[in-house]
């Protein structure tokens, strides 16, 4: 079983649609989290963290189920602009200790 | 402004010919990584620094290596590229926490 697991998707959605993707860890050791945005061909870039409380910025909101190892991002009102795909990313151990662990990856196609 | 920049951006190589790849910061971070990424593949962490402590993945192949010869620079060494090492190659650096990651553009290796 993978550390990070993903539904590759693709999610093809209208603009202004409202969208979620899932993601699941295995490492109960995990001590924080992130989504990172990576455009075709393009490096991976943070969107945003993932906190306890769930978090929002913008039309991008993030939640955090410890209990149930499960993390979630919602997009409201898809711009064509947040076609990319999404890596949900997990770090085990805090501190200088453990590395990032990424996900494959949800791909988004928003469509005009 | 850049802040992680890698050359070349695209590097052809022969099946066996040594290979170097280049990656720089501005950040002054501690860490710096290498990953390999293939097409629809997650980020695959093969090694990375912690200033001068170089930290091996258990299942990265020895034809990979790398030296960082100070903060600013970091090199990845394929000592006989295969067909099978044709990838995007990714670096990037983090502050000593080791959560938040800049990357580079990527270098995309291809081997004939």
């Known amino acids: 079983r993978k550390e990070v697991e993903q539904d590759p998707g693709p999610f093809n959605v209208p603009e202004g649609a409202t969208v979620a993707f899932n993601c699941t860890y295995s490492n109960s050791a995990s001590q924080s989290f992130f989504w990172y945005r990576q455009d075709c061909r393009k490096e991976p870039k943070l969107l945003m963290s993932v906190y306890s409380s769930g978090n929002e910025d913008g039309r991008f909101t993030a939640q955090l189920n410890r209990a149930s190892q499960y993390i979630s991002l919602l997009i409201r009102d898809s711009k064509l602009s947040d076609s990319a795909t999404y890596l949900c990313?997990?770090?085990?151990?805090?501190?200088?200790?453990?590395?990032?662990?990424f996900g494959k990856g949800t791909k988004l196609s928003v469509k005009p | 402004d850049a802040m992680v920049i890698q050359n070349p951006r695209y590097q052809v190589t022969q099946f066996g010919k040594p290979v170097t790849l280049s990656c720089s910061q501005t950040?002054?971070?501690?860490?710096m990584y290498w990953y390999q990424q293939k097409s629809s593949q997650a980020p695959k962490l093969l090694f990375h620094y912690y200033d001068k402590d170089f930290n091996n993945e258990a299942d990265t192949p020895d034809n990979f290596q790398s030296r960082r010869p100070n903060t600013s620079f970091c090199f990845l060494d394929i000592r006989s590229p295969g067909l099978g090492d044709a990838a995007m190659y990714l670096c990037?650096?983090?502050?000593?926490?080791?959560?938040?990651?800049?990357f580079g553009p990527g270098t995309r290796l291809l081997v004939l």
């Open positions: 990037a650096t983090s502050g000593a926490r080791k959560e938040t990651q800049y």
């Open positions: 990313v997990v770090k085990r151990g805090g501190g200088s200790q453990g590395n990032l662990i």
């Open positions: 950040l002054n971070h501690n860490v």
